[in-house]
């Protein structure tokens, strides 16, 4: 990725923001120097065992942005991170801005048949990992994988000693200085990998521009202030996941770490490290309220709650909204592509907050289409396209995604959509969920929230399988609950009983023991596959 091999599209003029006051000539390097200065013993990372200031972070950075030096690391060199929400993460993301190389973020779940496929696409020299992610030995994996990928250079493992790696600690106390070219927001920052729902991975490289000026942007928006503690339990390597995090450098706050989700743990690192700002998903909440959890919690610091990821179910969103003593329920809808679209603010009425996600983000555009790209009025139904600052400039290496996925600056982001008359957007569904029935074409997003309040079904999702005769059918996949007996009868039967139009039921079942999800738990339709469909 470095100098030439820049695709064309990276320096594409008309996504150039910086004369509007959108995009500033800053990367995170300026945002944590600028909190050393200002306030060098404010807690700029806690939990998980970590107590750093922004002084001592700002110190680490430099260690450890010496140790890449010498190990021959530098402009544009891409470098993997596979690593838990961990103060490790932070520093190597910092330390890589730092030297004006490249992040690739990576799943910790990922295992090899992912890992290979990833790492080449990217080109990555380096990659740091944890020695064993629970049984499965991440570096020794990484390192076997040096010999199929010739840019391969390096594997630094945090962890017990792995034959053919560098231990993560062996990179400070070098003695050798960082560059002396600081980090310029032009340079390629960070490329990370759709969660691939619907087909294959793809690659998305932005410069610092982008989403530095999201996160900045967000920092006004959601009125964060010197005393806020910002706590995620998405991962990091998730684009939802570091957004926080970006927020919380670019504020000077305190970012709160939670290496690994379960409910329990979240409740307790929230009374904790007194979390003032909570970045969660719905399945965080769903989790949490089955279990019983929040009833009696303290959840007394929480000023924010932002929930994104997938689709909340108003109810849900109403039910913690109502858990907070001093706190209000915030959505958010992102990609990728893209970071944060849209989100409420502060103050948003109950029901705006439970029932849409909320009003665009400053730099940016929303519209929604019909089938003939024309736009739709308010409160009609369409393709969700956005355009504006934090939107990515192409996908990596892939000319053919690019061009059927931008018409003229807008790019098509594959949702469902509403915009009422106030502005406030509504997701709907996924236009590859709709099923062509006939001729009749609906989106089963409704159905499947329906389906999903049977005590009876855990998880299910419902995709086409085609047909001969009307050329495509609903399947439902279910994950049935603990020790439950679901069938196709039970299923329709419970549609009739609220009503349900007829035409939009189910008419075959797969039942399975478990889903493909990605890492902030949304179901992988692209992988669900109905027999003989």
């Not at 430099?62 to 103060?87: E, K, R, S, W, Y």
């Not at 609903?474 to 020790?483: D, E, I, K, L, R």
Request: hydrophobic share 40%; aromatic share 8%; net charge negative.
């Amino acid at each position: 990725m470095k100098g030439s091999e820049l695709p064309p599209y990276w320096k594409n003029a008309d996504r150039d923001f910086r004369g509007t006051g959108l995009w500033l000539d800053e990367t995170a390097i300026d945002w944590i120097e600028r909190a050393a200065a200002a306030k060098p013993d404010q807690t700029a990372i806690a939990g998980g065992g970590a107590a750093i200031t922004f002084a001592e972070l700002n110190a680490k950075i430099d260690d450890l942005a010496g140790g890449f030096t010498a190990m021959g690391l530098g402009h544009g060199d891409v470098i993997a991170i596979q690593l838990p929400n961990t103060a490790e993460f932070i520093l190597s993301f910092l330390a890589i801005t730092r030297i004006g190389g490249v992040m690739q973020t990576i799943h910790l779940p990922y295992r090899a048949a992912e890992l290979e496929g990833l790492l080449a696409h990217s080109g990555a020299r380096a990659v740091i990992c944890l020695a064993r992610f629970k049984d499965y030995p991440l570096a020794e994996v990484h390192v076997g994988l040096k010999d199929k990928l010739a840019h391969l250079d390096h594997v630094f493992a945090l962890g017990e000693p792995t034959e053919g790696a560098v231990s993560y600690s062996d990179l400070f106390g070098t003695g050798t200085a960082p560059p002396s070219r600081r980090p310029s927001p032009d340079d390629p920052h960070v490329i990370l990998y759709t969660s691939g729902t619907t087909s294959s991975p793809k690659g998305v490289a932005v410069s610092a521009h982008p989403f530095g000026s999201n996160a900045r942007h967000s920092v006004k928006e959601f009125q964060i202030s010197d005393d806020d503690v910002i706590l995620s339990p998405a991962p990091f390597s998730h684009l939802y996941g570091l957004f926080s995090l970006q927020i919380g450098l670019c504020a000077g706050v305190t970012t709160y770490v939670l290496p690994a989700f379960t409910p329990p743990d979240f409740v307790a690192a929230v009374a904790e490290g007194q979390a003032s700002v909570l970045f969660t998903g719905p399945a965080h909440h769903a989790a949490c309220q089955k279990a019983g959890l929040y009833e009696g919690a303290d959840l007394s610091s929480v000023r924010l709650v932002i929930c994104s990821g997938s689709s909340c179910p108003s109810d849900l969103a109403e039910y913690v909204d109502g858990q907070l003593p001093g706190g209000q329920f915030l959505q958010l809808w992102g990609m990728t592509e893209l970071q944060a679209g849209t989100y409420n603010r502060p103050g948003d009425s109950p029901r705006n907050r439970y029932d849409t996600v909320g009003l665009v983000t400053p730099g940016n555009e929303i519209c929604v289409v019909g089938d003939d790209g024309a736009r739709l009025g308010t409160g009609e139904e369409g393709e969700l396209q956005i355009r504006g600052s934090s939107v990515f400039p192409g996908y990596y290496n892939n000319i053919e995604a690019n061009d059927q996925s931008f018409t003229d600056g807008w790019f098509h982001t594959g949702d469902l959509a509403t915009i009422d008359g106030d502005g406030y957007l509504r997701i709907t569904g996924r236009t590859k969920d709709v099923i062509n029935r006939g001729g009749v074409k609906f989106n089963p997003a409704d159905v499947e929230a329906l389906i999903g309040k049977m005590d009876d079904v855990a998880i299910c999702a419902i995709v086409p399988m085609k047909d001969s005769v009307l050329g495509e059918r609903a399947c439902v996949f279910v994950q049935p609950a603990a020790g439950a007996d679901v069938s196709l009868e039970t299923i329709t039967a419970f549609l009739d009983a609220n009503q349900m139009a007829k035409n939009k039921w189910p008419e075959h079942l797969e039942l399975v023991e478990s889903f493909p999800l990605t890492p902030t738990n949304k179901v992988m339709k692209g992988r669900l596959k109905p027999a003989g469909g």
